[in-house]
């Protein structure tokens, strides 16, 4: 019975996964051929080689190149990587490619270069954020700058950015229009920026740790004030020596401000380290207060 439920359950995260894909897929295309195409715009990574190669002979053959150039760096993720990274990959890009196939003869959308660069980045942007976002991959760039990353130590946002450098600069150069180039940068950025926001969410959450004197009692007002949940992570002073509880809370953007000023009230010598967080993810059982109920109703934090 157990095992029946275990293989239901991934039966029902496949689905799910490439079902977001699917929709992610249909959007990135949706973008190339109502905005991009007929604005002579052009994306970074494979995608964007692809699109010069279509310019250069015919955009039908889009999808055809696409599936190509990725063929490789498919091999490097499954020699490299990890293998059930490869299957959402794939997925991802035959999903892509299908839909770009099916939506070539859709008519252009008729917008003017400002509309095509922020609407059309946005909405590839933020198909290119759902495929990621249920763990697919439609860039093999990716997965080369995470295997030079590894072997020479350059960040994966380095890699990126100079092969996408380089690609918009290409582009400028064998058409000899550099204003389109420019273009195609700027949509770009538009693009990263959606794709940023639909994998990381619109959620300004905020990881907080307190080192200070009396962190009972500071708990018990942050609890009372805020309505915010805390643990208690036990801790050593490097300089003293002394065992230590070091408080550790997850808190939004609005709420921050009124929490240091708290901490400090309490101990003017307290310590506060503040860090981004992208994403909070936990099981259902889990009790983490991530918004508060009320001043005096406040739900119970993470023990």
């Given amino acids: 019975m157990a095992q029946t439920q275990t293989i239901r359950q991934k039966l029902l995260h496949y689905a799910a996964s490439f079902s977001g894909m699917a929709v992610g897929a249909f959007f990135a295309a949706l973008a190339l051929r109502i905005f991009f195409?007929?604005?002579?715009?052009?994306?970074?990574?494979?995608?964007?080689?692809?699109?010069?190669?279509?310019?250069?002979?015919?955009?039908?053959?889009?999808?055809?190149?696409?599936?190509?150039?990725?063929?490789?760096?498919?091999?490097?993720?499954?020699?490299y990587i990890r293998r059930s990274f490869v299957i959402h990959m794939l997925v991802a890009i035959l999903l892509f490619a299908f839909f770009l196939s099916v939506l070539?003869?859709?008519?252009?959308?008729?917008?003017?270069?400002?509309?095509?660069?922020?609407?059309?980045?946005?909405?590839?942007?933020?198909?290119?954020?759902?495929?990621?976002?249920?763990?697919?991959?439609?860039?093999?760039?990716?997965?080369?700058?995470?295997?030079?990353?590894?072997?020479?130590?350059?960040?994966?946002?380095?890699?990126?950015?100079?092969?996408?450098?380089?690609?918009?600069?290409?582009?400028?150069?064998?058409?000899?229009?550099?204003?389109?180039?420019?273009?195609?940068?700027?949509?770009?950025?538009?693009a990263f920026k959606m794709m940023d926001i639909v994998i990381a969410g619109l959620e300004e959450l905020k990881s907080v740790l307190i080192m200070c004197a009396k962190p009972d009692k500071l708990s018990k007002i942050i609890t009372h004030e805020l309505g915010l949940g805390l643990t208690f992570i036990k801790g050593k002073g490097g300089y003293?020596?002394?065992?230590r509880d070091i408080l550790f809370i997850i808190v939004e953007r609005l709420d921050l401000a009124e929490l240091k000023e708290i901490v400090l009230r309490e101990d003017p010598t307290a310590f506060i380290a503040i860090e981004n967080l992208h994403e909070v993810a936990y099981g259902r059982t889990a009790k983490i207060a991530l918004k508060r109920k009320s001043r005096k109703g406040f739900v119970k934090g993470w023990l």
């Fill in 37 to 79: 195409i007929p604005n002579e715009l052009i994306d970074g990574g494979v995608l964007g080689i692809s699109m010069i190669l279509a310019r250069l002979s015919h955009h039908s053959y889009l999808s055809l190149y696409l599936l190509m150039l990725n063929i490789p760096f498919v091999y490097l993720a499954y020699r």
């Fill in 104 to 190: 070539e003869s859709l008519p252009s959308f008729g917008a003017d270069p400002l509309e095509a660069i922020v609407i059309g980045g946005a909405m590839l942007g933020a198909g290119a954020g759902l495929i990621i976002r249920y763990g697919g991959c439609t860039d093999g760039t990716e997965i080369l700058a995470i295997l030079i990353n590894r072997k020479k130590g350059f960040t994966v946002g380095q890699v990126i950015l100079f092969i996408n450098i380089f690609i918009f600069a290409a582009y400028g150069w064998i058409f000899d229009n550099w204003h389109t180039a420019l273009r195609s940068l700027m949509t770009y950025i538009v």
């Fill in 240 to 243: 003293s020596g002394e065992d």
